[in-house]
């Protein structure tokens, strides 16, 4: 079974300064997807960002980038000069299509507070 | 696109009264996923379909869940009777290929009493 685990329950960080959001997974599938989705307090569920684990380049979505250490199983997401916009929950999730099971496994989750 | 749709956004009912969540996908996506999300379990699959075709509904709690997909615009989640333990957020999601991820509805909360 996949797993995916998020240690961070909560995190704080200055506007404009960087943070580093931490993921690993666990799977013994080699092609497979992983995602950071963002919760605002709104509640909707919004793709950030997403990497393919056959590519060894890391995804960038303006200011939010992954570090993707395949042989670590780590997926980190990095949010550059962090807004206020950015205080949310974020949910690391993992697909893996060659099982045949097309659904995400989610993380439980870390809550980023950025403080003005 | 209007997105993902469900209704109602916030349902309030009492225990042993039947709900019912409802969810419009987006157009030509093939998969519709339901979760549930609460504070102690964090985000749970409950069921997905594939074509209108329940492909995996081991998430569903107990028989007092049910859903259906009458067809490709359409889906519902049932609970019948609930219980106070129903209590959460309940997402529907939709995509053309999950491998891209999905596009999630702006979910139901769910309060029985």
């Known amino acids: 079974a996949q797993t995916v685990t998020q240690s961070q329950p909560e995190m704080s960080v200055q506007e404009a300064e960087t943070v580093t959001l931490s993921c690993t997974y666990d799977?013994?599938?080699?092609?497979?997807?992983l995602f950071w989705y963002k919760q605002p307090p709104s509640r909707q569920m919004i793709l950030v960002i997403r990497?393919?684990?056959?590519?060894?380049q890391n995804a960038t979505e303006n200011r939010f980038s992954v570090n993707f250490q395949k042989a670590a199983k780590s997926f980190s997401l990095k949010i550059s000069d962090s807004q206020l916009g950015d205080t949310a929950m974020y949910f690391c999730?993992?697909?893996?299509?060659?099982?045949?099971?097309?659904?995400?496994?989610f993380g439980s989750g870390t809550r980023l507070q950025v403080q003005p | 696109d209007a997105g993902v749709i469900q209704s109602p956004r916030h349902e309030v009912t009492e225990m042993g009264q039947e709900v019912t969540l409802r969810c419009k996908p987006i157009?030509?996506?093939?998969?519709l996923f339901w979760y549930r999300q609460t504070m102690m379990r964090g985000l749970e699959l409950l069921i997905y379909?594939?074509?209108?075709?329940?492909?995996?509904d081991s998430g569903m709690p107990e028989d007092r869940f049910s859903a259906k997909m009458p067809n490709a615009s359409f889906s519902t989640l049932k609970i019948q009777p609930s219980e106070p333990r129903d209590s959460a957020v309940y997402f529907c999601?939709?995509?053309?290929?999950?491998?891209?991820?999905?596009?999630f509805g702006s979910g139901t909360r769910l309060t029985v009493v």
């Open positions: 157009s030509g996506h093939d998969y």
């Open positions: 379909f594939n074509n209108n075709v329940p492909i995996d």
């Open positions: 990497q393919e684990a056959y590519k060894q």
């Open positions: 999601a939709s995509s053309l290929r999950p491998q891209e991820g999905y596009t």
């Open positions: 999730a993992f697909t893996a299509p060659d099982t045949g099971r097309r659904a995400l496994t």
């Open positions: 799977t013994s599938e080699n092609n497979y997807y």
